[in-house]
């Protein structure tokens, strides 16, 4: 088994107008004009952050699944993260993760404990701000 980098670098660039363009081997435009006329349909900070959390978690079922082993067929998280003014922070962050599996109940429990032990990202956020989510399940179709 190969060790996770402990170093990641990335590079960003933006121009006046608020276009950004972030690089970590595959570019990927972003959204950072202040106060935009129309929505954009790239992704902001936040929608980063949240994206990286989210991405945290749907890599750590993939561990699991090799390492338990774990049997799903698919998984998708939806997360919410909460925000207030002053000061700028995010106060919270939910999620909830669906698998489609046959795994029985204390086989998702155990995932989840492993999701929230052992995610880098998760345990970073989780250490400022409350973290919280659920796990539902679904039987493969057929």
Request: net charge negative; hydrophobic share 40%.
């Amino acid at each position: 088994m190969t060790a996770a980098p402990l170093t990641y670098t990335v590079s960003a660039s933006a121009d006046a107008d608020g276009g950004m363009l972030l690089a970590a081997g595959d570019d990927l435009a972003l959204e950072t004009r202040w106060q935009p006329d129309a929505p954009s349909t790239h992704p902001g900070p936040a929608e980063l952050l949240a994206g990286a959390f989210a991405a945290c978690l749907l890599k750590n079922v993939a561990r699991s699944g090799a390492m338990l082993p774990f049997a799903y067929e698919s998984v998708r998280v939806e997360v919410t993260m909460h925000r207030q003014d002053a000061p700028p922070r995010f106060t919270a962050i939910e999620y909830t993760l669906h698998l489609v599996t046959t795994e029985p109940a204390h086989r998702i429990e155990l995932l989840h404990r492993n999701l929230q032990k052992f995610g880098t990202v998760y345990n970073t956020l989780a250490a400022v701000c409350e973290v919280s989510g659920t796990v539902t399940t679904t039987p493969p179709a057929g």
